[in-house]
């Protein structure tokens, strides 16, 4: 009970410059692991998927039962070590990623996972097994248009924000936005795990979903302004977040657990997707608290009328 009296009673805008180095440490930590990973290029710091690779690309389905590590031990005796490898969720079919190869070497590699799995026949009598060539320049489009995506969801939140209230809480919603994109960038560059299709997918979702909360909290705090005049921007700001904070403690329980249940049971294309969901939902509840409301309080704080209000408060201390 001392635990719930004291989250409905702390002092989160007296703190937030603690929360901004918590912030701060989080984000520098994966910029570094990017930047380390990457080789001084924080672009190559990530482990891209199979859509985002140039090279040659197989997808074969086998009798035999088969692993990725099965498949992938096949390849490395034809010199393909390097070889990323996906099994296709509830089936015996694989996608395999390799370097830029000729025909003749697709066929070496085909007759190679056929001796020791044997290849599946389609409806019409022919071997499950294709070869595509993926340029460079493919892999760049993926990026570019996934940038783009993200950049245009961020600058729509802000027109919004911006609209719906004013262009101070715009500054801290893009703050918190930006917070949560980094957050999840930098926990895939520390993992090492896979970014998909999904992921992009799953990182549009989470822009959403952390404004959501965000504009709850701003929302308390357009509410409180007219009757609460009289009190400093900080503590208006504390009592509106204490009045939201059982609504978005819930949302963000009832959130995360389907999407844990996603993760812990899905298949791999829903544990990647699952996976970025996790951090971002968690790190969206965080950031409307922690990073939204404070920058958003810093910035009020400056206004003439409010900093009167805070030397009065402070004199009367």
């Not at 190869?101 to 697709?106: A, G, K, L, P």
């Not at 302004?225 to 819930?250: E, F, K």
């Not at 810093?298 to 409010?306: T, W």
Request: charged share 15%.
């Amino acid at each position: 009970m001392n635990f719930f009296r004291r989250i409905y009673s702390f002092d989160y805008m007296g703190h937030k410059y603690w929360f901004f180095a918590i912030s701060g440490t989080i984000i520098g930590i994966g910029l570094i692991s990017l930047f380390v990973r990457g080789g001084g290029d924080p672009l190559h710091g990530l482990n891209y998927g199979l859509e985002f690779n140039p090279g040659t690309r197989v997808t074969v389905s086998f009798v035999k039962p088969a692993t990725t590590g099965d498949v992938r031990g096949v390849l490395t005796q034809q010199g393909y070590g390097d070889a990323v490898v996906q099994q296709i969720t509830g089936k015996n079919q694989f996608q395999v990623q390799i370097k830029q190869v000729s025909s003749d070497q697709v066929q070496q590699v085909r007759n190679a996972l056929d001796k020791r799995f044997t290849i599946a026949t389609q409806w019409n009598g022919q071997p499950d097994y294709s070869a595509s060539y993926v340029g460079a320049t493919f892999g760049r489009m993926v990026i570019t248009a996934s940038t783009k995506a993200i950049v245009l969801a961020l600058l729509l939140i802000m027109a919004y924000v911006w609209l719906r209230f004013a262009w101070k809480f715009a500054v801290g919603a893009i703050a918190a936005e930006f917070h949560d994109l980094l957050v999840v960038v930098g926990v895939y560059s520390l993992t090492g795990r896979e970014v998909t299709t999904g992921t992009i997918a799953a990182v549009l979702t989470i822009l959403g979903y952390s404004l959501y909360d965000t504009v709850i909290v701003f929302d308390r705090i357009r509410e409180n302004a007219p009757h609460m005049s009289r009190i400093p921007y900080g503590d208006m700001v504390n009592r509106s977040i204490w009045q939201t904070l059982t609504r978005s403690i819930n949302t963000t329980l009832m959130t995360l657990i389907p999407v844990l249940c996603l993760f812990l049971f899905g298949g791999e294309t829903l544990k990647d997707f699952a996976f970025a969901l996790l951090v971002g939902v968690a790190s969206g509840a965080y950031s409307s608290i922690f990073v939204a409301s404070p920058i958003t309080c810093l910035l009020k704080e400056r206004e003439p009328q409010y900093r009167k209000l805070a030397a009065r408060a402070r004199a009367a201390d």
